[in-house]
């Protein structure tokens, strides 16, 4: 979307940009004393437009984002449950019963070792996700200080 000054607007009959306040098009040489009103598509309007529609993209990813980090924080389970097994494999053990305990340290073995790996895994991916997170959160503050500031010049053009 191109930049346009606020205080200038869209002729609605030769699409030219003019001052806000003109009465008539100085490209066309249209009258715009009547049509000062719905048709008329302020610059001010349009970057409002822009303003909400970026916030509305950046709230869907930022959820998106969000949700993300929350698989990602699930990622220490299988550690978790690999280590929790080896241990009852030695506990088991150490009680008597051989046949169980052997089975759960090698359950337990051979889960470490792909688990640590998704854990270090999930760990990068959380600070990365975590990061963009903080980008979007930013740009969002950014639309929506932007939007608040805009909306007291609209209004205060209005009045006049
Ligand atoms: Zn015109």
């Known amino acids: 979307m191109p930049e346009v000054a606020v205080d200038t607007r869209v002729c609605p009959y030769c699409a030219e940009t003019i001052r806000a306040a003109a009465k008539k098009c100085r490209y066309c040489g249209s ?59 030695f506990v088991l053990l150490a009680g008597g019963s051989a046949v169980a305990g052997i089975a759960l340290l090698v359950i337990g073995g051979v889960l470490l070792v792909p688990a640590g790996a998704i854990e270090k895994q999930a760990r990068r991916k959380h600070r990365t996700l975590q990061e963009q997170l903080d980008e979007r959160l930013a740009e969002l503050e950014k639309h929506r200080a932007a939007l608040e500031g805009r909306g007291q010049d609209t209004s205060g053009a209005g009045a006049k």
């Not at 990813?61 to 389970?77: F, H, S, T």
Request: proline share 0%.
């Open 31 to 89: 009258n715009l004393a009547d049509s000062i009103g719905e048709e008329m598509v302020t610059a001010a309007t349009v970057s409002k437009m822009a303003s909400e529609l970026a916030i509305m993209r950046l709230e869907k990813e930022i959820e998106e984002l969000q949700e993300a980090l929350d698989v990602v924080k699930g990622g220490g389970v299988l550690l978790t449950f690999a280590s929790f097994s080896m241990l009852a494999g």
